[in-house]
């Protein structure tokens, strides 16, 4: 079991930028595959990026690619996704998410992820 927390979200104008930070709480949860998703109102969840539990694999959806940058700090237990030259499309609530793998898993769905944050909403203003 591994609780994670969102935190960085706020409200920035579109070019802005902004780092999130997603904290897990187990020990373990290095050897955990994770990702960052998003949900903005009156849509469906959508995969963001996503990173293999050494940081070996890397994936972003391709609105994001280019702009936005998935890390992670194993001796931290912390998820990042570093933000910039935000547009207001990017407004959502991001999500952090995570399940135990092997080395070399990753993935864009959400249905893979077994352990979900609560969110930080990120609005971005024109």
């Known amino acids: 079991q591994v609780q994670l927390v969102e935190s960085g979200g706020g409200l920035v104008q579109a070019g802005d930028s902004l780092r999130l930070s997603c904290s897990a709480s187990?020990?373990?949860?290095?050897?955990?595959?994770m990702a960052w998703f998003r949900q903005a109102p009156g849509k469906e969840r959508e995969f963001v990026a996503a990173?293999?539990?050494?940081?070996?694999?890397?994936k972003y959806a391709v609105s994001v690619k280019g702009r936005f940058t998935i890390s992670r700090d194993n001796f931290k237990n912390t998820l990042y996704l570093q933000m910039n030259s935000l547009k207001p499309d990017d407004t959502a609530v991001y999500t952090c998410a995570a399940r135990p793998a092997g080395i070399w898993f990753i993935s864009v769905s959400s249905g893979a992820f077994e352990f979900w944050g609560p969110g930080t909403q990120v609005t971005v203003s024109s």
């Open positions: 990173i293999s539990w050494r940081g070996a694999g890397i």
């Open positions: 187990s020990p373990n949860a290095s050897n955990y595959a």
